[in-house]
């Protein structure tokens, strides 16, 4: 009679305090699609990642610049691309201040070659000390 007892009073409690089949039941089932939902994810960002890599590297570097007058300057750089991938870069020219006196966005077009050269000129406000790439990007 005391086991009785003793399992009624614990059958009491366990359902006072949540600690019921059904509950453990639930908390099985949401971990489980918990886990599947970060599976998907996780999976989803492994093809996006994967495919994003076949759009090609690019990588564009400084030459050179030269001081022209006090509103121009001429820039001087390389883009190197996989070869059928058009271009856009930004140019910026700077004063000894490090502001931005003059700007300019060319459009380079596709070409086979992997590495191009380009030079182009900038306006400028006021006379620059450099000028340079703020960024290149595929279009």
Same mark, same amino acid.
């Given at each position: 009679?005391?086991?009785? +007892?003793?399992? +009624?009073?614990? +059958?009491?409690?366990? +359902?006072?305090?949540?600690? %019921?089949?059904?509950?453990?039941?639930?908390?099985?089932?949401?971990?489980?699609?918990?886990?599947?939902?970060?599976?998907?994810?996780?999976?989803?960002?492994?093809?996006?990642?994967?495919?994003?890599?076949?759009?090609?590297?690019?990588?564009?570097?400084?030459?050179?610049?030269?001081?022209?007058?006090?509103?121009?300057?001429?820039?001087?750089?390389?883009? @190197?691309? @996989? @070869?059928?991938?058009?271009?856009?870069?930004?140019?910026?020219?700077?004063?000894?201040?490090?502001?931005?006196?003059?700007?300019?966005?060319?459009?380079?077009?596709? @070409?086979?070659?992997?590495?191009?050269?380009?030079?182009?000129?900038?306006?400028?406000?006021?006379?620059?000390?450099?000028?340079?790439?703020?960024?290149?990007?595929? %279009?």
């Amino acid at each position: 009679m005391v086991e009785t +007892a003793g399992t +009624a009073q614990n +059958a009491a409690l366990d +359902a006072r305090y949540g600690r %019921t089949p059904n509950r453990k039941r639930r908390d099985r089932t949401i971990a489980i699609v918990a886990a599947a939902l970060f599976v998907v994810v996780f999976a989803a960002w492994v093809l996006w990642a994967g495919l994003d890599n076949g759009q090609g590297n690019l990588n564009a570097q400084d030459i050179g610049h030269k001081v022209v007058d006090d509103s121009t300057v001429t820039i001087t750089w390389q883009v @190197s691309v @996989s @070869s059928g991938a058009p271009v856009s870069c930004a140019l910026q020219a700077q004063n000894a201040a490090h502001a931005i006196v003059g700007w300019k966005i060319v459009e380079l077009p596709a @070409s086979a070659n992997l590495t191009r050269q380009y030079t182009e000129t900038v306006r400028t406000s006021q006379r620059a000390v450099t000028g340079l790439i703020y960024r290149c990007w595929l %279009t």
